[in-house]
């Protein structure tokens, strides 16, 4: 076998400086540096081609064997969220403090490669190895065939999920030990690249069969994460760690104790971190009902092969959080008192997906490097794993009332598969908490120093805080950006309100009489207001920013300019597709529908209004924190 990746200093790239390619005692040359990437994303591929697999198909398996919905949910959420809760915690802590030829990470995953890869075949295979146990086990004679396959999914899951917990711990955190802080964002955006371009692969190509061929590939997915998943253990190499804390005198149960106490003392004293806890929580208990989304687009008309197209096109900072949640969530609810041709869904929802990726993406890019600011380095597996315990408090619990508020639904309407359209009520609802929380800690993050000053809160420290490694200047807003971003979004507002009256004239020749009515003295007068409201908002941003400029006080905080100009720059691609769904519908002659999709536009335009105020009250001004050397002083 050759060597492992060359790590060993080299002359300076011609625009970088050698201390940027360090992380604790590795050192890369370029070249170096480029392989890591290459290894890692490799392996990225393959672990997220097998992530694919269970939740894609295993709710369509357990539909087929008529499952209630609260079973589908207790295999695929709950029991997963148990496990999480426990092995996660222990596996991060653990980690963190091991030290071995291998580093503190790889060990963890290969030591469980083999089994994990076993019971995700045995899954595939679940209804052979069924029959197997009813021929020759007594035991399982008197047990219906059906109630048996569900049994054994569910102890498959139980023993993959296990197993798994090991690497979806440790295989994040290996990011933070063998990458330079300097090439995070480069990282993760090339990370991000490559999980989409599997998860498409996975949505364009296998997922059409996921119904007739489930064998076949979960068994290839095996396959592919223990060779191609196991070389790159083989690959990377972890650097040397300072030692770990000294271990606490006593027996086995005292030193569990004692290691329970520290966890808790250093991982859930702090506002700053609980408000980090429960953002991530939200947003996995408003996930919860999300594995239902396949059975919504089956009873909106499309077949499997389309449901992958979709879910590959779609395949994201507290921002971008407040835009997804009030519009991209809640605009399904259109789909509620709506029935268009299957066809029609699927473009119109293709649309929307495209139009909504470049921000999702971002987004995306963003949330590992973000967690790797925010979280202290020496505590960083630790941190993740106290997040991932209380994650899977609320996850056991919503993974259960999710299903059972759908089988609820189902009820009211006599079993009618028309319940899945109500999945959003759930996704939205909850969302609603993901983004009070992000505000709470974005604020918190502010008083702890921001960009240029933030030392995250580190009670096993005399000094009471941590330093912080990334030392990356940060983008600050640019006023001038922000302003054209505005600009952009009030261009949209007006080319919304000079396509009205072209449709009312459509409406009033196909004699369309209530649509008319209805844009005529609702939505157009609604739109109006909404333009004005939005216009005085705009003033009352420049007046601010002339005012900060003058040295004065402004009266709201100024947002950054970022997300509102790529939230702009998608409203543009947005708006043709509203004007799509309106002619689609009303050369189809849909008079009932046409008014819906004229009260969607609406709630599609509010939101901007809401989230406007809501960005510039979270960054008026807060009292920072100073840097106390008392561990009281951050407590609590």
């Known amino acids: 076998m050759s060597s492992p990746i060359p790590l060993i200093p080299g002359p300076r790239g011609v625009d970088e400086d050698a ?178 371009l599997a998860g498409a692969l996975f949505n364009f190509y296998i997922y059409q069969y996921a119904e007739t061929h489930m064998r076949e590939i979960f068994t290839g997915a095996a396959i592919l994460y223990f060779v191609g998943f196991g070389i790159v253990c083989f690959r990377v190499k972890e650097g040397e760690y300072p030692a770990p804390p000294a271990v606490p005198e006593g027996d086995a149960l005292a030193r569990f104790v004692s290691g329970v106490k520290a966890f808790c003392a250093e991982s859930y004293t702090n506002r700053f971190y609980w408000y980090f806890h429960l953002t991530q929580t939200f947003v996995a208990v408003a996930g919860a009902a999300l594995i239902f989304n396949v059975f919504f687009y089956k009873e909106m008309g499309l077949n499997l092969h389309q449901i992958g197209i979709f879910t590959a096109v779609g395949s994201v900072s507290v921002y971008f959080i407040l835009f997804y949640t009030m519009t991209t969530i809640f605009a399904n609810w259109v789909w509620v008192p709506v029935k268009v041709p299957a066809t029609m869904f699927f473009w119109l929802s293709i649309g929307m997906v495209i139009t909504s990726t470049f921000g999702l993406t971002l987004s995306g890019n963003a949330t590992l490097p973000v967690f790797m600011r925010l979280l202290p380095p020496s505590r960083y597996g630790q941190f993740c794993s106290a997040t991932a315990l209380v994650r899977s408090l609320g996850t056991i619990v919503a993974g259960i009332l999710a299903g059972a508020f759908l089988d609820g639904v189902k009820w009211v309407f006599k079993g009618s598969d028309f319940a899945y359209r109500f999945v959003f009520v759930w996704a939205f609802v909850l969302s609603i908490g993901t983004a009070v929380f992000f505000i709470l800690l974005y604020r918190e993050w502010r008083r702890l120093g921001g960009d240029e000053h933030f030392h995250a809160p580190a009670p096993w420290l005399s000094e009471g805080f941590e330093d912080m490694s990334d030392k990356n200047r940060p983008v600050s807003t640019h006023r001038n950006l922000l302003l054209l971003a505005l600009r952009l979004f009030t261009a949209g507002f007006v080319l919304h309100l000079l396509a009205l009256p072209v449709f009312l004239f459509f409406f009033h020749q196909h004699g369309l009489t209530s649509a008319f009515q209805a844009f005529l003295w609702i939505i157009l007068p609604l739109s109006i207001l909404m333009t004005g409201i939005w216009v005085m908002q705009v003033r009352s941003v420049r007046r601010d920013i002339l005012t900060e400029s003058s040295g004065g006080v402004p009266r709201l905080g100024i947002p950054h300019h970022g997300v509102i100009m790529v939230m702009a720059i998608q409203g543009f691609f947005v708006l043709p597709l509203l004007w799509l769904q309106l002619g689609w519908t009303l050369r189809l002659d849909m008079e009932k529908e046409l008014v819906w999709f004229g009260v969607s536009m609406l709630t599609t335009l509010a939101p901007n209004l809401i989230v406007l105020q809501l960005l510039r009250l979270i960054e008026g001004p807060v009292t920072p924190k100073a840097h106390s050397r008392s561990r009281a002083a951050i407590a609590g």
């Open 19 to 196: 201390s940027r390619l360090r992380v604790g005692t590795l050192s890369y040359t370029t070249r170096g540096l480029l392989v890591l990437f290459a290894w890692l994303l490799w392996g990225d591929f393959c672990f997220t081609l097998m992530e694919y697999v269970v939740p894609s198909i295993l709710p369509l398996k357990l539909q087929s064997l008529q499952a209630p919905n609260w079973v589908i949910a207790l295999i695929i959420t709950t029991l997963p969220g148990v496990l999480n809760m426990t092995i996660c915690p222990w596996v991060s802590f653990k980690s963190d403090r091991y030290r071995s030829k291998w580093g503190r990470r790889i060990p963890f995953i290969l030591a469980t490669l083999p089994l994990l890869c076993v019971s995700l075949v045995a899954m595939g295979w679940t209804g052979e190895i069924s029959h197997l146990a009813i021929r020759w086990l007594p035991a399982t004679w008197g047990v219906a065939p059906v109630t048996l396959t569900i049994v054994l999914l569910g102890l498959f899951m139980v023993i993959f999920s296990f197993f798994n917990m090991f690497v979806n711990s440790v295989f994040w955190y290996l990011f933070n030990d063998v990458v330079p802080a300097a090439f995070l964002g480069r990282f993760f955006g090339l990370f991000r690249m490559v999980g989409t």
